[in-house]
């Protein structure tokens, strides 16, 4: 889209991003897997806290207390990369392409073991329309199908890693 003689001051207009500028589109990609990630595990929270028929609920078993303290720290540290990720782009690092699939791989494997994990707190419900927990779960797999796929960045990353001197 081109406008003519828009009505805002040439100062205050975006242009084209200078051609050594990376496409940046890839940096976001692990945040949207980070947002999901999250989603996953405030379901997981609100199914762990539940009680069922005056049973003590399933955040006082020691497994789910482990478990969330696991994907806890993994999430964060998803977030933490592609925050780096983010500061690499902006400094027009050489770094950040390999860094932002890096992040997407990590983002990506973290939102689907969150929302596997909500899946399995949640129970038998979980898997319906009306919860959000199987919406969340879907989307957490299409992130890891997304360009770039899991299994490749895998294989691109290892093969950089292995033939490294």
Known sequence: MLFENPPVLASRRCGFPPADYANLITVGFGMLSIGIAESAMDAY?????????????????????????????????????????????????????????????????????????ALRVGGGGSFLLSSPIQRIFRDAQAGALMAYSVPLTQ????????SAD
């Open 45 to 117: 929270a609100t199914a762990a806290r539940k009680s069922k028929g005056g049973a003590p609920s399933q955040a006082e078993n020691q497994w789910v207390q482990m478990e969330t303290g696991m994907l806890w720290t993994q999430l964060q540290a998803a977030r933490l990369f592609a925050e780096r990720v983010a500061w690499l782009a902006d400094e027009r690092s050489e770094e950040a392409m390999p860094a932002a699939a890096e992040s997407k791989m990590l983002a990506n494997e973290v939102a689907k073991q969150a929302a596997a994990e």
């Open 155 to 162: 294989q691109v990353v290892g093969e950089a890693v292995l």
